[in-house]
């Protein structure tokens, strides 16, 4: 994943990696996966140890990746990895539901060839989230779904929704990490990717909108119940 993510970083800069694109995604990946839990806090110095880096690159990256929302950087205390309320996850997921249901729509509008392509890389997506599920794989399932739900982004065709969208698919995918052996068997995840992928596939705009907003507002309304059932104030 810090591979694809590094590849990503490039594709939309347009040049290739420098020191500190490679510290930011390394680093950003390792926040996402939780090696870096909420609430962790250490030195640059210990931080670019653990990452195999030089502090230098790894000080640009903690700056860009403060801007993101996921560290804080305190003053004579090192960087601290920002934890999520219950409060923050409810307010990310209806920030994706909008993005998720518009992105989908624009999708199932593109030209037939543009829709079927994006389509194609959704099912693959999709289809490795069920193999992993068969195999009993939770983090190669999330890692799955994660790629299907930027994908729906990515290929849309707006560049400012992408931009977006990424601050909180990232925590979002950080919340689905620490709850992944919390929630029940995600075994419908993927029949309702399929819905939004039929829908997109037959250029249904509104069934498109229809079914990816339903699909996020099911996530919301059983993770953050969850995380407050299980009395969990920070994650």
């Given at each position: ?36 839990p ?5 030195s ?31 003053a ?29 729509e ?40 994660d ?6 982004v ?82």
């Amino acid at each position: 994943m810090v591979e694809l993510a590094r590849k990503d970083h490039q594709e939309q800069e347009g040049r290739r990696p420098s020191l500190v694109d490679e510290a930011y995604a390394a680093l950003k990946e390792a926040i996402r996966n939780t090696a870096f839990p909420p609430g962790y806090q250490g030195s640059e110095q210990e931080i670019a140890v653990r990452l195999g880096m030089s502090r230098t690159p790894v000080h640009e990256a903690i700056i860009r990746l403060q801007e993101d929302g996921l560290v804080r950087v305190l003053a004579k205390r090192g960087v601290l990895i920002c934890p999520l309320a219950p409060e923050d996850i409810r307010e990310i997921y209806e920030v994706l539901i909008a993005i998720e249901a518009m992105a989908a729509e624009l999708l199932a509008a593109l030209p037939e060839p543009e829709r079927i392509a994006a389509s194609d890389e959704l099912e693959a997506a999709n289809a490795e989230m069920d193999a992993a599920l068969a195999q009993d794989d939770l983090r190669r399932w999330a890692d799955a779904d994660d790629r299907f739900h930027r994908l729906l982004v990515e290929r849309c065709g707006n560049g400012r929704l992408r931009r977006v969208a990424q601050t909180v698919t990232d925590q979002a995918h950080r919340a689905r990490m620490l709850t992944l052996k919390l929630r029940s068997r995600p075994s419908g995840a993927a029949a309702s990717h399929r819905r939004i992928l039929a829908a997109i596939r037959a250029g249904d705009v509104a069934q498109a909108q229809l079914e990816a907003r339903a699909h996020r507002v099911g996530a919301r309304d059983e993770l953050v119940p969850l995380i407050k059932d299980i009395g969990l104030r920070h994650m």
